[in-house]
């Protein structure tokens, strides 16, 4: 539940960007409904900001509190960032409600991967990810399609009202199921802040950085490319992003099964489709089936990789498991605001409304070249050390949640 609430706060307003601008851009929009949507975007590289933001701080300052307690708190600021975001007056301070909105996102994805990882058992922290992802990659798939068409019927300050409902009941589901789980024994902001003295995980996370950024070049633009390049009324958005959302579930749980079984194949066959999808949907963005196939194949791979990034930004966080799990939303993230800016850049330029797959296809292809130096880290340190392979390029951390109680197992290249 709380993944199908983050992913319809992130993902709504992509479809309704249009809609935004025009009631709290009305001059611009007048102009210009290519320069209005494109401004609009700031919007999302607000909340992607506020990821990037939160995500280390939080989990850094709150890793000593009990899982529980955590959650609720910070579901609790999900609540008041949504509602500000559906009431305050003028794009500026909607803006700055997106950032707030934005700050918990990674400390809760993170928190929550590692209670579901802990309570599925050693072996499986890319099946846990994956298992809390799925609610994003189902709100994609039933509540960002919904809340996008109620947003469009009834105003997109409803549809914000709506997702603040969902956050609401969230935080009474998790009050009332989830199991106690206290805090990582010896959990310190001194010991998840050492993540940042790690080489790898700098690497890692510019790779989801990078890499990731081409997904949301497209994604952030995509009514735009319905409506504008293929000429068909907005009510087509919302099956579009359906189509987004059904890739995701099915890569998601692809990518979760792959990041336990062989992570390095999962990754670079993820970038590899992700490539193939960006150029496909540049070529076909002005025919309504393009867009529909090439959209499902973008939700597809970006899913496929985003268990395996986060299950491989754990394995080269050592003992700071808190933080390293959120990283990984703050790498997205930065994608994520990376990807919305050039897209809108060479949407606003005139360039047309596959240019910004074009760019996607650019960034995707840095993330390739990162995560190879990540890699070619890796055998290295084997070959200074005399280590043994970690078994095809698969996580070797069997625990779900290292602590000072548990034997830790050889990681390669750490």
């Given at each position: 539940?709380?993944?199908?609430?983050?992913?319809?706060?992130?993902?709504v307003?992509?479809?309704?960007?249009?809609?935004?601008?025009?009631?709290?851009?009305?001059?611009?929009?007048?102009?210009?409904?290519?320069?209005?949507?494109?401004?609009?975007?700031?919007?999302?590289?607000?909340?992607?900001?506020?990821?990037?933001?939160?995500?280390?701080?939080?989990?850094?300052?709150?890793?000593?509190?009990?899982?529980?307690?955590?959650?609720?708190?910070?579901?609790?600021?999900f609540?008041?960032?949504?509602?500000?975001?559906?009431?305050?007056?003028?794009?500026?301070l909607?803006?700055?409600?997106r950032?707030?909105?934005?700050?918990?996102?990674?400390?809760y994805?993170?928190?929550?991967?590692?209670?579901?990882?802990?309570?599925?058992?050693?072996g499986?922290?890319g099946?846990?990810?994956?298992?809390?992802m799925?609610?994003?990659?189902?709100?994609?798939?039933?509540?960002?399609?919904?809340?996008?068409?109620?947003g469009?019927?009834?105003?997109?300050?409803?549809?914000?009202?709506?997702?603040?409902?969902?956050?609401?009941?969230?935080?009474?589901?998790?009050?009332?199921?989830?199991?106690?789980?206290?805090?990582?024994?010896?959990?310190?902001?001194?010991?998840?802040?050492?993540?940042?003295?790690?080489?790898?995980?700098?690497?890692?996370?510019?790779?989801?950085?990078i890499?990731?950024?081409?997904?949301?070049?497209?994604?952030?633009?995509?009514?735009?490319?319905?409506?504008?390049?293929?000429?068909?009324?907005?009510?087509?958005?919302?099956?579009?992003?359906?189509?987004?959302?059904?890739?995701?579930?099915?890569?998601?749980?692809?990518g979760?099964?792959?990041?336990?079984?062989?992570?390095?194949?999962?990754?670079?066959?993820?970038?590899?489709?992700?490539?193939?999808?960006?150029?496909?949907?540049?070529?076909?963005?002005?025919?309504?089936?393009?867009?529909?196939?090439?959209?499902?194949?973008?939700?597809f791979?970006?899913?496929?990789?985003?268990?395996?990034?986060?299950?491989?930004?754990?394995?080269?966080?050592?003992?700071?498991?808190?933080?390293?799990?959120?990283?990984?939303?703050?790498?997205?993230?930065?994608?994520?605001s990376?990807?919305?800016?050039l897209?809108?850049?060479?949407?606003?330029?005139?360039l047309?409304?596959?240019?910004p797959?074009?760019?996607?296809?650019?960034?995707?292809?840095?993330?390739?070249?990162?995560?190879?130096?990540?890699?070619?880290?890796?055998?290295?340190?084997?070959?200074?050390?005399?280590?043994?392979?970690?078994?095809?390029?698969?996580?070797s951390?069997?625990?779900?949640?290292?602590?000072?109680?548990?034997q830790?197992?050889?990681?390669?290249?750490?």
């Open positions: 539940m709380g993944g199908f609430g983050i992913g319809a706060t992130e993902f307003a992509m479809g309704l960007l249009p809609n935004i601008a025009r009631d709290l851009l009305p001059g611009l929009y007048a102009s210009s409904v290519e320069d209005a949507t494109a401004h609009a975007g700031i919007m999302i590289s607000a909340y992607a900001l506020g990821v990037v933001v939160g995500a280390p701080t939080i989990a850094a300052t709150t890793s000593h509190l009990p899982r529980k307690k955590l959650l609720l708190i910070l579901l609790a600021a609540l008041v960032g949504t509602i500000a975001s559906a009431i305050l007056p003028s794009f500026g909607v803006v700055l409600a950032f707030v909105a934005g700050l918990p996102h990674g400390a994805f993170g928190i929550a991967s590692l209670a579901a990882a802990n309570l599925m058992g050693p499986n922290r099946k846990g990810v994956a298992f809390v799925a609610g994003l990659t189902i709100s994609n798939i039933v509540g960002v399609p919904l809340i996008t068409a109620l469009q019927a009834a105003g997109w300050r409803v549809a914000y009202g709506a997702v603040a409902l969902i956050f609401a009941l969230t935080f009474f589901a998790v009050a009332l199921a989830l199991p106690h789980q206290p805090a990582a024994e010896g959990a310190s902001i001194r010991r998840e802040l050492s993540a940042f003295r790690r080489p790898q995980v700098w690497l890692v996370m510019g790779v989801g950085a890499g990731f950024g081409g997904f949301f070049a497209v994604y952030s633009y995509v009514s735009t490319a319905v409506t504008e390049g293929a000429g068909m009324p907005e009510g087509w958005v919302p099956f579009v992003l359906v189509a987004v959302g059904v890739g995701m579930t099915i890569g998601n749980l692809l979760g099964w792959g990041a336990d079984t062989n992570l390095r194949r999962t990754i670079y066959f993820g970038f590899g489709g992700l490539l193939v999808a960006l150029i496909g949907y540049a070529l076909t963005s002005e025919m309504l089936i393009g867009i529909f196939v090439f959209a499902f194949l973008l939700g791979f970006s899913s496929v990789i985003n268990p395996a990034i986060q299950s491989r930004l754990m394995e080269v966080s050592g003992d700071a498991q808190v933080i390293g799990a959120a990283l990984n939303h703050s790498s997205f993230n930065l994608g994520n990376l990807g919305a800016y897209g809108g850049v060479v949407l606003a330029a005139g047309g409304v596959g240019s797959a074009w760019v996607g296809a650019i960034l995707a292809s840095a993330g390739v070249v990162l995560v190879t130096i990540s890699f070619a880290v890796d055998r290295r340190g084997r070959g200074n050390s005399g280590s043994g392979s970690a078994g095809s390029g698969g996580s951390i069997g625990s779900a949640d290292r602590s000072p109680r548990t830790p197992v050889p990681v390669a290249g750490l």
